[in-house]
């Protein structure tokens, strides 16, 4: 039977001393899970290694932790695979999930970061009238249209791993805004513009993610919680018409005719563009302020004058444009997720999906 040396951080806040690691050698099968390998260490060698967990089945989310610097669920990860995915001479690190403070070794405090984050976008349907006298009737595309932040199981492996919470804790977060994406997508709810304009407004909203990816490679359960950001940002912006103070919108649009424009991103024209023009009364102020950060980039040769004044891309990417007016074009906007298109199987062809898309 292999042997497998589990890396565990250590720390219990009320000691007073600092986290340390303490490693732990366990003889299992490698397809038994990580989890498997923390609770016999746990039961066999060290009764007080805190790690929390329940269903055992990746179900339930209750034991979330950093494998090899990623979050992921302990009772979902092979030793086998930790073992190989391992940059730590073939030691498996377990570390407490990131993004939230510590209790003890593996358990955070989810109530501090996580579960408040939940609350702070409404998780609840808000219907408007009365209720209708028999169950309420919803079409079955908006269903499966939602279905994807449904199957989010709260596990706050998505938040751990969230780049821009590193940044500023404020951030809503992935695992909330995939939540509120639920509620704006459900035609049963009577507040979806409420909710939309309340995202966009806050400088902690639906504008502070950065597209980083890392909720997407994280997450368990396919949610993909930036992709329902982004949905988000779409119907706030595009079919709400919701201009925000953050100036997110119209900086996604100013992004977008930047590259139509240049075939490539012209940074010097982005920034003013986004508040309507170099000589746009809202843009002058905001150049000033940039002044000490393109300072510290021309300083740090981040960028040249010449590259910043010269649009060197422009002839060389000019069919670009061509993509844009044919996506633009369009009579209708697909949303496509998970769920919504399925792929079609060898041999199997009557029950492949074939919806292609929902806008709900």
């Given amino acids: 039977m292999p042997e497998y040396t589990l890396k565990i951080r250590r720390y219990?806040?009320?000691?007073?001393?600092?986290?340390?690691?303490?490693?732990?050698?366990?003889?299992?099968?490698?397809?038994?899970?990580?989890?498997?390998?923390?609770l016999t260490a746990k039961g066999e060698q060290d009764g007080t290694i805190g790690i929390r967990c329940s269903c055992r089945a990746a179900i339930c989310g209750s034991c979330g932790v950093r494998i090899n610097g990623r979050a992921a669920l302990a009772?979902?990860?092979?030793?086998?695979?930790?073992?190989?995915?391992?940059?730590?001479?073939?030691?498996?690190?377990?570390?407490?999930?990131?993004?939230?403070?510590?209790?003890?070794?593996?358990i955070v405090d989810m109530d501090a970061v996580h579960w408040k984050k939940i609350q702070r976008?409404?998780?609840?349907?808000?219907?408007?009238?009365?209720?209708?006298?028999?169950?309420?009737?919803?079409?079955?595309?908006?269903?499966?249209?939602?279905?994807?932040?449904?199957?989010?199981?709260?596990?706050?492996?998505?938040?751990?791993?969230?780049?821009?919470?590193?940044?500023?804790?404020d951030f809503v977060g992935p695992a909330a805004l995939a939540k509120a994406y639920r509620f704006v997508g459900d035609p049963r709810d009577g507040q979806h513009e409420e909710r939309l304009k309340d995202l966009s407004e806050d400088?902690?909203?639906?504008?502070?993610?950065?597209?980083?990816?890392?909720?997407?490679?994280?997450?368990?359960?396919?949610?993909?919680?930036m992709n329902?950001?982004?949905?988000?940002?779409?119907?706030?912006?595009?079919?709400?018409?919701?201009?925000?103070?953050n100036n997110g919108h119209r900086h996604e649009k100013a992004f977008v005719q930047n590259i139509r424009k240049?075939?490539?991103?012209?940074?010097?024209?982005?920034?003013?563009?986004?508040?309507?023009?170099?000589?746009?009364?809202?843009?002058?102020?905001?150049?000033?302020d940039s002044l000490p950060v393109i300072m510290t980039a021309l300083m740090r040769r981040k960028v040249t004058p010449g590259k910043a004044l010269r649009h060197p891309h422009?002839?060389?990417?000019?069919?670009?444009?061509?993509?844009?007016?044919?996506i633009e074009s369009r009579d209708e906007r697909l949303e496509l997720n998970l769920y919504i298109v399925g792929e079609e199987e060898e041999?199997?062809?009557d029950i492949a999906v074939e919806t292609e898309g929902s806008s709900a």
């Fill in 12 to 38: 219990l806040p009320e000691s007073g001393e600092a986290p340390y690691w303490e490693d732990f050698k366990v003889d299992l099968e490698g397809h038994r899970s990580v989890l498997e390998g923390i």
């Fill in 75 to 106: 009772c979902k990860t092979h030793l086998e695979e930790a073992h190989e995915g391992s940059q730590s001479d073939g030691d498996i690190v377990v570390e407490p999930m990131g993004n939230m403070p510590v209790l003890k070794d593996l």
């Fill in 121 to 169: 976008v409404t998780p609840w349907l808000l219907p408007e009238g009365p209720p209708p006298e028999r169950e309420y009737v919803v079409p079955h595309e908006a269903m499966v249209d939602v279905t994807q932040s449904m199957a989010c199981i709260q596990c706050g492996a998505c938040v751990s791993d969230c780049l821009s919470m590193e940044v500023d804790p």
């Fill in 203 to 225: 400088p902690a909203g639906i504008y502070d993610c950065t597209h980083c990816f890392n909720c997407i490679e994280a997450c368990p359960k396919g949610v993909a919680p």
């Fill in 228 to 245: 329902q950001i982004m949905r988000l940002r779409r119907l706030a912006g595009d079919d709400y018409e919701i201009e925000d103070r």
């Fill in 262 to 288: 240049n075939g490539l991103l012209q940074e010097a024209d982005l920034l003013p563009d986004s508040y309507g023009g170099k000589f746009h009364p809202n843009a002058v102020p905001e150049l000033f």
């Fill in 314 to 326: 422009r002839k060389e990417f000019r069919n670009l444009r061509t993509y844009f007016d044919k």
């Fill in 347 to 349: 041999g199997d062809q």
